[in-house]
């Protein structure tokens, strides 16, 4: 379980009625935990990434699904939630279980139906995570140095991490281990996130350009890759952060191994492959502009490329198949071609 | 001849007894002329960029020994410039050029004899790179795309640029290029200065982050890569931009021709291969902070990165030549078993 000065949060959580979010967009510089108190916020702070990551998302999915039964307007509810963000899996499968549940329940029962079945999907993700710690760290050698790019640890999950999970069960069993964290431009959700989660957990790590990660690969200072999923179809091509694809041409390229490690909501079996992935275009102005602190601690948003000039921001790209060694799931480390059989359909 | 406002600029030329110099550190924002009237002064703009790109530092190295000899004091000069940015080759080439014409005068006509050379070494350069763009506009079909990293425009050279010499010849011929820009963190020198460059010649193009080049690739939205170089060893090893090396491997991956673009003094018959060059290792800052305008027009730098976390900041890769399809010199389009009969030794 993860903790932050001494105790344990999840990433998103149901208290007193409301969802709870540490908000993401604020930190490394400061931890404040975000209320939201109807459907309709929870898909704003979906959508602005107060909460991100793939299997988060997935819970405050299935939470904001709870606040549309609790307010009486479930397919709104469901709409505004499905519109949010279109590339990770797990999103609509916490609003689908939390959907299905409550419509078995009766008209009386609904609401606390849709809250127990969120309640169930959060602590099921977090169990998950904690899984994929334990299938994926044998694979770590005491003294390596794993890569990883944006933000796959436990802000982006409900507990644990997915890319991270591995790392920090290695770590905690005594293993060094050393990562080199691609900062991931445009949000960099690499040196500000993955950074924060490491110096938490007492990680030695090096936050780098992700330009250089072909740099790293290439002097034989990466001994694996492992990184989170946004969605994994069924042949195995998968959805990450914009940048996962370069990382994996560059891995195969200098021989070292590729790992993608995702629970199973991740897992799309009605994607037949990577092309028919939704790829979510966010606004030009993340690569235009950058947050950060300046001299007064204050938070602020510079503009670091040319006025006249237009961006463009594809979020995520897909790795084909063929460029991943292993995905490390709760139930083990599996390869492309094991996906129809294990994959709950 | 590049013209900034209807006014053609090299970007260091000398006047009036200085060394004058466009500030690239405020550039898109500003547009500033920075005057160096010593050696030691010129060593310090080198060395905190106010000029770069290899080619330019070529002839700033060279105006700033000519400083050197004026101020009577050409060994110590000498070695302050060479301290100033160990990788591109260019830099030596341009201090060893102005020592020998120097060193070939009588003692009276010493000073007189560098500036010569220092003005013939820079006026060679300009011609070197628009015979580049001659070379390399065949190359470039109408309605092509080409993908660039870092800025190797007219800004880092002497006039008219290395990698971009052929995008603006080809676009004064009438052909339609669109230019995607790799961003070319840490610096931004894409977001900042090639976009900046692209708009001023009315060269239609995109600013994408360095983790989106694989991306647009693998969609086939790219026709060619071209980029610069700070040096290229006798095997056809290319220095160049850290990030440039995942652009390579990618394009390989993708089927795309990848081309680099340089001048003579880029290359280094005394580098037998990649492994000889040194490469430069910048501060750590320029990765957790960055450089911007804020809501108020005025240049701040913000943390960009977890306040405990530290950062690596390689400043340059070296490109395998098998990876390289072609290098556009003046002499021609050649390839890395070209080099030997063909550079200047």
């Known amino acids: 379980m993860m903790e932050y000065r001494g105790r344990h949060y999840r990433t998103v959580w149901w208290e007193d009625g409301a969802l709870k979010m540490i908000d993401q967009t604020l930190l490394p510089f400061t931890f404040t935990v975000a209320v939201s108190s109807s459907c309709r916020d929870t898909a704003r702070h979906i959508r602005r990434m107060t909460v991100r990551g793939a299997p988060a998302i997935g819970a405050a999915g299935a939470y904001g699904m709870v606040q549309a039964f609790m307010e009486g307007k479930p397919e709104e509810g469901e709409t505004a939630l499905r519109a949010t963000r279109p590339t990770a899996r797990d999103l609509f499968a916490g609003i689908d279980r939390v959907k299905k549940a409550a419509g078995e329940a009766s008209p009386r029962d609904r609401a606390s139906a849709a809250l127990a079945a969120a309640e169930e999907f959060a602590a099921h993700s977090a169990e998950e995570c904690r899984l994929i710690g334990e299938q994926g760290a044998p694979l770590i050698g005491d003294g390596s140095t794993v890569l990883t790019h944006c933000n796959a640890g436990w802000l982006a999950c409900v ?187």
Chains 1, 2 share one sequence.
Not at 186 to 202: D, F, N, V
Not at 221 to 241: C, L, S
Not at 299 to 309: A, E, I, K, Q, Y
């Open 159 to 345: 507990d644990w991490g997915t890319a991270l999970a591995p790392v920090y069960r290695a770590h905690r069993e005594g293993k060094r281990i050393f990562v080199l964290v691609d900062e991931t431009r445009p949000r960099c959700q690499g040196g500000k996130l993955t950074a924060w989660e490491l110096s938490g957990e007492g990680i030695p790590h090096a936050v780098i350009p992700d330009t250089a990660a072909g740099f790293y690969m290439r002097r034989g200072k990466v001994d694996m890759v492992i990184t989170g999923a946004d969605r994994i179809a069924f042949n195995g091509d998968t959805a990450n952060k914009i940048g996962t694809l370069q990382v994996a041409v560059c891995a195969q390229r200098f021989g070292i191994p590729f790992y993608i490690a995702a629970p199973w909501a991740t897992f799309d079996p009605e994607c037949t492959s990577g092309s028919e992935i939704p790829i979510e275009e966010r606004d030009p102005e993340e690569v235009t502009r950058m947050a950060g602190r300046d001299e007064t601690g204050r938070l602020v948003s510079v503009r670091v490329c040319n006025p006249d000039s237009r961006a463009e921001n594809p979020a995520f790209d897909v790795t084909p198949a063929e460029l991943v060694t292993g995905y490390i799931t709760p139930a083990g480390v599996i390869t492309a071609a094991d996906i129809p059989r294990v994959v709950p359909r």
